[in-house]
C-alpha cells in the first residue's frame, strides 16, 4: 500500500463519509455527494471498485465449476481491502490500496 498525497480537508464529516465509502453499497453516498473533497472522492471510488467486486462475486456463484471458489476468495478480497480502507481513513490517511486503486483511477 503507497500512500497517497490526497490529504483531509479535516473535518468529522469528511471521515465519516470517507469511511461510509467501504461499508458495501453505501459508497454512493460519498460518492454522490461530496464530489468536491478530494479526500472523500478518493475513498468512494477505492469503495465502489470494492462494491462491484463483491457483487461480481455474488454473481460468480452461479458458474458451474469454479464459482464457488472464485466467490470465497473474492469474499475474502472484499472484506479485507474494506478493512484496510477504514482502517486508513481512522487512521486520517489515504492508501492506495493494490489492484483496487489502479482500477479506481479510471473511473
Avoid at 503507497?2 to 469511511?19: C, F, P
Avoid at 458458474?63 to 471458489?69: D, F, H
Amino acid at each position: 500500500m503507497v500512500m497517497s498525497t490526497v490529504q483531509s480537508n479535516g473535518g468529522m464529516k469528511s471521515r465519516i463519509l470517507a469511511a461510509m465509502s467501504y461499508l458495501g453499497i453505501l459508497c454512493f453516498v460519498p460518492l454522490f455527494s461530496n464530489k468536491d473533497d478530494e479526500y472523500v472522492y478518493f475513498h468512494a471510488k477505492q469503495g465502489l471498485i470494492i462494491w462491484v467486486w463483491g457483487v461480481l462475486a455474488v454473481f460468480a456463484l452461479h458458474l458451474p465449476g469454479l464459482g464457488k471458489w472464485f466467490f470465497s476468495v473474492s469474499a475474502m478480497a472484499v472484506v479485507m481491502f474494506s478493512l484496510i480502507g477504514f482502517v486508513s481513513v481512522m487512521l486520517n490517511r489515504a492508501w492506495k490500496l493494490p489492484f483496487i486503486y489502479g482500477v479506481s483511477t479510471k473511473i
